[in-house]
Structure formats: C-alpha cells, structure tokens
C-alpha cells in the first residue's frame, strides 16, 4: 500500500521523502488546485527541483489540478496538464470534466487520478469516468462507511485511494457550497474553503470571537481552545440549542483501521495537509511509515501505538480525531 | 421562458406528498421535477409509487421529469436508479455522474440537475454528446459565469442543442454529507434516526450565536438559511436562461410560481419591484457571497 503524503513546499516535500513517503503530491501556484492559499504550493523553478527529488528517490509524485475550469480561462488548466506532463509527474489528479477530456486526448500515457472533488462515491460513477476518461485510480470521498469502501472495492476493479489523515472535510467533496455561500469563494470556483481572507478574530466581552465575512463563527470561553473558523466547524444555535450543528473541530485519523485498508485492497493512503508545515509533514509522514511497515512484517501483532494516537491527536484540529464516515456511528 | 417547479427537497408524509401535486398539475409550472434526491431511508413513497405519481401527473398538459439521488452510496440506491430509468414513460434528472453513467448505457436523454459539477462549455458539449438534454446550473455560479458559458457554446455551436435551467427561488442545496444533521440536531446516529424528518417539513434552522438564520438543515443536505429569490432579475436572464426552477417548500410555492409567470408576461418598464426580506438573498447571481442581497 501506498503511503501518499501531502507538500505544500518544497521543504515539505523533501521531509515527506525523507521520511518515508511512498508518493508525494502537489499544486501549482495558481487557482489550479484545491489549496490556492498565499504563500503555498509550487512554481516553476520549485517544481523542477521537487520533481527531480522525488525521481532521485525513486518515488512517485502526483500534481492535483483539482479545481473546475472557468469558462475562458480553460487554457489555464489545460497548462497546468501540460506541466505535469513536463515535469515527469506520475500521476494527475483531476476533478473536472473538461480538463480530464484534455489530459486524456493529448497524453494517452498520462496517469489520471479522478480527484475527490469529483465525488465519484459509487460503482456507475466510477465507470463513467473509467469509461470516458480511462482514469486509473479515484480518490474516494469521505462519505463512505469502512462497509461501503469494502463494497467498492468488490465490485470494482478500480484502484482506489482512501483519505488516511488529516482535515476532515465532512460533506461530499467538490458538492459543498457552503464556502461560496458565505464568501462568495469555494473549493470549486477558488480553490479555498473559508479563505483566510475573510477570517476575522475578536476579542470581545462575551469571548474570542472568530467570524467569517462578517458572519459569527465560534465564541471561546477562556479555558477553550479557538480553532481556525472553517464555516462547518463552528457553533450554531438549532432551536436554543447550541452545539456543533455539522461537526467539531476535529481531525479524521485511522490508524487503527490501516489493517482493513490493506486487507480490501486500497492502493493507497492520502494524508490531507498541503497547507500545513514541514514539522507537520514529519511527524505525520514517520507516524504512518512506522504504522504501514508494523503491519506489514506482523500483520497479526499490529497494534495503533498509543503513542503513534499522541503525536497524531498533537497535529489535529481541537486537538481531537475521529474515524468520520468509516464508523457508522459518526454518521 | 418556461417554468418548473423542482422536487420536494423535505420529507413529507405521502397524501401531503400526493395532495401537493394534485395542486400542482394545475399550477403554473410548464415542469414538474418529483422524486426523492436526499435520502434513501425516506420511503413514504417508493420507488414505484413516485413512477406511478409521475405518470399519472403525465396526463396532464405539462412535461414531468423524476429526479434521482444526489449522494449515492449503497448498491441499492443505484438499483433504485435503474428501476427508474426503466419507467419507460418520463424522463430523467440525474443529479450524480453514476446516474448519467446507467443512463447513457440505456441510450436515455437526461436532464443535468444542480448537484452535479458542470462550469464550463466543454464539459456541457460532453454531456450533450452523452444525452443531456437540459442543464440546470451549479447553484453556486453567477450571471457572469453563465454569461461566458453560454458564450462559449454559441461560439462552439451548440447552444442549440440543450436547454438552460436556472434555480431561481427556494432554499439552496449547499451542501450533501454520510452524516443525517436533522438526526444529530436530535443527538441520534443516522441509523437509529427514526425517520425524523418528517417532523421538519420545512427543514431545522440553524442560526449563528448572533441570531443570524445561515443553515436549514435537511437529513443529510444542508440547504442555505435565506430564500434565494430572483424575481426581480428576470431581465437580465434574457437570452441566457429558459426555464426557471421554483423549489418547494409548501404549497405557497405554487403561489410563488404565478408571480414569477406574471412578471415574466409583463414588458421589461411594468415589471413589480419585489422588496426582499431580511430571510431573502440573491448573491450567488450577482457574483458576491449567496447569502447576500445585491
């Protein structure tokens, strides 16, 4: 199984390699991909650099172009293709239509990975895009159930890629509007949720307050801790009752169903993060690397170390982790 | 320019279900969208009792269309899917690319609903190579964004060749999760959450610590908290948009639909001048936030 590690930075993606990534994946600097934040992700001359350390490490890189191209400006996403072909890269990951038709007629040989933002969560979805695109992995939603992965992976050939670690993003990707709802910018149109742009923190006689383009997010007491205000993450009122309406602050993290993962024969692990640093890579890339390697010499003596749980509960949101849609429960 | 009336979004216990289109047939609606799109465990009506609603609507003067499910997860919910593309009679929304996948294989003409991610001309030209027969834009996109595409595919010539919906008044679906919020709201797991829908027959409301009304809650779609309302921009959907979508929530929806038919029937200088409330919004078509009023 492939461990997939996320770089925001060339630094980052040195550590990632350096601590045992398997494959590593990026974005360009531009509105391309899907962490279009000021100050991340890749240009030219970095591009080239990266690109050469993971081809001297014999390691994979995969260049996510995972937003959905304006009209007008496809070229724009269309070049973005064209560096990845340049590049070496081994893999695109894709969402949109129009740019996946792109990549498939002028690079047959292109590995295309169907993003997550396209939301393919079944087998007929799958096959449209296999049969369109001749896609060669999907990126599976974090909507699915540990059950229905397993069902995917029966009754599809497909390779498939699991979200491992990281940011939990609880609704269907690439079908959340709630970011452009508030702000005007989604993952889809902008390649952002909740942009940092629109952040605004106060501190005020009832608390901290974090609000997004205006719009009251969260309230922190004194002894709590305030979290970066992504719109679904905060605390709404239903009826008198306030309390996390969509979720808390909180980080997906499943290690302890790696050895499943492996069993039903997921090709690889993604663990979410460009947009965090290079110490975050390094912990988070050594954590998983020890875990895969644990399992795989004693597949019947794999344990989640409970020190393994702290490191990882450290580098989350609210410092807290959850198996999200995996566990029935959650849903 | 036509107008529709979308699928009930809520869950509904089925005679108030049936006794809304029996209104609804002799509504304003040029279209009538019905079916279930959000969630598979609601069964007040099933899979052949919407077949047999749609076709019993289809008697009438108006084009009926059945929606499918936005999110589907399970190999049931793709059977359901295909039991409706075999109804043989009505056509159909696909609001997901599994969808349009069982479709195309049958050679069946479709309609693209809203949840399915299509923002621009050659992903359009795609899906009209594959059957697609009607568009309904992105919630999410605006005037301008419209504007280009169609642009786009007069230059590529074919804007001919599909029709332009555009969801024009109702709660917008933002959003779709695994997770059921109404059951959450009521501190239960999806699988122990008793239907418990049907005591929302207009959704839950979220509000923010300062009142603010920022998500109607609906199972597992979360819908935005104000009225996306549009009336008073119908000129300036000229020659870009064909038919309207008028979301229900009620049978005043149907009273909704009539107001937009009157203003579409009255010249450009007569049009009403429709004061939006506080719990209205127009953003998404004026390229700023949704939940703002231009």
Redesign the interface.
């Known amino acids: 199984m492939e461990l997939l590690c996320p770089a925001g930075s060339l630094p980052a993606l040195k550590t990632a390699i350096d601590c045992g990534a398997d494959a590593v994946y990026i974005g360009l600097k531009d509105q391309t991909n899907a962490r279009h934040f000021a100050g991340l992700n890749f240009n030219a001359s970095k591009l080239s650099k990266g690109a050469q350390y993971v081809a001297d490490h014999n390691k994979h890189l995969h260049v996510a172009i995972n937003t959905f191209a304006h009209p007008g400006q496809e070229k724009r996403w269309f070049n973005a293709v064209d560096q990845c072909v340049d590049l070496g890269a081994n893999a695109a990951i894709i969402a949109d239509i129009s740019t996946l038709d792109y990549a498939t007629q002028k690079y047959p040989d292109l590995a295309l990975h169907l993003s997550v933002q396209a939301s393919a969560t079944n087998t007929a979805a799958i096959d449209f895009y296999q049969r369109n695109f001749n896609i060669k992995r999907v990126v599976l939603p974090r909507v699915l159930s540990l059950h229905q992965v397993k069902q995917l992976t029966r009754n599809s050939d497909m390779s498939l890629e699991v979200f491992a670690f990281g940011s939990l993003c609880i609704m269907a990707e690439g079908r959340c509007y709630l970011s452009s709802y508030f702000t005007g910018e989604s993952p889809n149109t902008v390649g952002a949720c909740s942009p940092a742009k629109f952040v605004r923190w106060q501190e005020t006689a009832q608390g901290l307050t974090s609000r997004l383009n205006n719009i009251l997010i969260d309230r922190y007491q004194d002894d709590e801790k305030a979290g970066y205000p992504t719109l679904c993450k905060g605390r709404f009122s239903v009826d008198n009752h306030l309390y996390h309406a969509l979720e808390e602050p909180t980080s997906l993290n499943t290690l302890s169903l790696l050895p499943d993962l492996i069993e039903m024969g997921i090709s690889s692990v993604k663990i979410e993060g460009r947009q965090r640093s290079p110490a975050y890579v390094e912990q988070i890339t050594s954590v998983w690397r020890a875990a895969i390697d644990c399992y795989t010499q004693h597949p019947a003596h794999y344990q989640v170390k409970a020190q393994w749980n702290q490191q990882l509960a450290n580098l989350s949101e609210g410092n807290q982790t959850t198996l999200g849609a995996y566990h029935r429960n959650w849903q | 320019m036509k107008l529709s009336l979308g699928p009930i979004l809520y869950y509904w216990p089925k005679q108030q279900t049936i006794d809304f289109y029996q209104q609804a047939i002799n509504s304003d609606a040029d279209i009538i969208y019905l079916g279930e799109t959000v969630c598979s465990k609601r069964r007040e009506l099933k899979t052949r009792d919407w077949i047999e609603l749609a076709k019993s609507l289809n008697k009438h003067n108006k084009e009926i269309v059945l929606s499918t499910m ?6 049931s ?2 059977s359901v ?1 295909r039991k409706l593309c075999e109804n043989g009679e009505v056509s159909i929304e696909a609001n ?7 479709l ?1 294989e049958k050679k069946l003409p479709f309609v693209c609903g809203p ?1 399915i ?7 359009l030209k ?2 009209v190579n594959q059957g697609m027969q009607r568009w309904v834009m ?3 996109l605006s005037r301008d ?1 419209l504007s ?2 169609v ?2 595919t007069h230059k590529m010539q074919f804007r001919d060749q599909f029709e332009v919906e555009l969801f024009a008044h109702g709660h ?1 679906p ?8 109404t059951a ?2 009521e501190n239960k ?3 122990d959450c008793g239907l418990t829908c049907i005591n929302y027959p207009q959704g ?9 009304q ?2 109607i ?1 609906n199972g597992i779609q ?1 819908l ?1 908290g104000y009225c996306y309302n549009l009336i008073n921009e119908l000129h300036s959907m000229q020659g870009l948009v064909d038919i309207i979508r008028i979301s229900p929530d009620s049978t005043s929806s149907l009273a909704t639909v009539s107001a937009f038919k009157k203003q579409i029937n009255q010249l450009p200088n007569q049009q009403q001048y429709w004061r939006l409330d506080s719990l209205q919004c127009n ?2 078509w004026h ?6 009023q231009s």
Not at chain 2, 96 to 102: C, H, K, R, S, V
Not at chain 2, 204 to 212: L, Y
Not at chain 2, 287 to 292: H, K, P, R, T, V
Request: charged share 20%.
């Open positions: 936005a999110l589907l997860e399970a190999p919910e793709l899917i997901d690319f599994g969808a349009i996948q069982l195309t949840a991610n299509c923002y621009n001309a050659n992903t795609i899906l992105p919630v999410e964004w280009n595409i642009e786009d917008l933002l959003a779709y999760s695994a997770r059921c919020f959450r709201s797991a999806k699988d839950r409301i979220a509000s923010t610590q300062e009142d603010q920022v998500f809650l979360t935005s953003g998404y390229n700023i936030a949704g939940l703002a």
